[in-house]
């Protein structure tokens, strides 16, 4: 597989970095690498960098919008040592957690293709491979949950994404499925506080 840090696999996504390195000198607009332990025993999947985000930090979901919930979530239930993350260079730790996108690159509006969602799925299939047995890995949306079910080689339609869904892909893994902790999401009332913090109700239990 191609170094993550240099890929040019997908030339509609590598230009479109560029374009924004130029407006933004200061932002990573490079691939957004996974951040945690690769033997994490929970694995937090989402789409893809945010503009102002990720792609500006370097850091999956840092600086995101969506990143609020997340982190104040994570913390809560003891996987993150603080409940906000807006730099990468600021003292967050994950505990025995992981957090990727199933989509490394920024992708315009926010919207990767099908083939550049395909593309990226080796990066995320080599992370999964890391996972100790008896982990379980969240999907944040309908994209993430295909992204994982293809990355282990899965049929598509072998289990449907559904909030709040949970599905034993083997013996040793497990996938919970979660609205995306969306700004659109949120404010929208598709999802809340509460019905996220309800996954991770169960994923603590999965996990003792």
Sequence with gaps: MTDLHGCQLCPRLAAYRFEQKARFPAYHCLPVAGFGATDA?????GLAPGLHGANATGRPFTGDASGQLLFETLHKFGFASQPCSRDAKDN???VDCRVTNAVKCLPPQNRPSGAEIRCCNPYLSDEIAQLRPGSVILALG????RSVLRALGLPQTSVRFQHLGEHALSAELRLLDSYHCSRYNMNTGRLNRGMFEQVFERIAGLLQ
Aim: a positive charge.
């Design 142 to 145: 309908a994209i993430a949950h």
């Design 41 to 45: 025993r929970l694995l937090i999947v």
């Design 92 to 94: 967050m730790r994950l």
